[in-house]
C-alpha cells in the first residue's frame, strides 16, 4: 500500500484544515488508518485512528473534541478534519496503515505502511 497524505499548509489559531490520505497500490479494506504527528524534537504521537471494518474512530486526548477522522472506501482516501486549531498542533502529519487485526491502533510501531507526511503549521 502506498500512501499520499496532502492537505498541510499554514493556519492561523481557531482556523481549520483538512488532510486527506490517498492508498494506492491495493485496497485499504482490512486496514486501520492512522494519523500520527511528530513536532521538531518531540516523539511521534498518536492522533487518531478510523478501524476497520467498523469505522470506529478514536483520538488522541489532545486533538479529541477538535479533529475528527473519516474514510471514503470507494476512493481508499481517509481525511482528518482539524478545527479550532492551536500552535501546538503544528507538526508533520503522517497517515499510516495497519493489518486491522494485529497491533494496537495508537502505537506507531503497529503501522505497517506510511505516507510522506505533511507539514501543518498554526500561527498564533
Known amino acids: 500500500v502506498q500512501l499520499q497524505a496532502s492537505g498541510g499548509g499554514l493556519m492561523q489559531a481557531g482556523g481549520s484544515l483538512r488532510l486527506s490520505c490517498a492508498a494506492s497500490?491495493?485496497?485499504?479494506?482490512?486496514?486501520?488508518m492512522g494519523w500520527f504527528r511528530q513536532a521538531p524534537g518531540r516523539e511521534r504521537e498518536f492522533v487518531g485512528v478510523?478501524?476497520?471494518?467498523?469505522?470506529?474512530?478514536y483520538y488522541g486526548d489532545s486533538v479529541k473534541g477538535r479533529f475528527t477522522m473519516s474514510r471514503d472506501n470507494a476512493k481508499d482516501t481517509v481525511f482528518l478534519q482539524m478545527n479550532s486549531l492551536k500552535p501546538e498542533d503544528t507538526a508533520v502529519y503522517y497517515c499510516?496503515?495497519?493489518?486491522?487485526?494485529?497491533?494496537?491502533?495508537?502505537?506507531?510501531?503497529?503501522?505497517?505502511?506510511w505516507g510522506q507526511g505533511t507539514q501543518v503549521t498554526v500561527s498564533s
Open positions: 499510516a496503515a495497519k493489518n486491522y487485526y494485529t497491533g494496537n491502533y495508537y502505537l506507531a510501531g503497529s503501522y505497517d505502511f
Open positions: 497500490g491495493r485496497t485499504f479494506s482490512s486496514y486501520d
Open positions: 478510523i478501524r476497520w471494518p467498523s469505522g470506529i474512530t
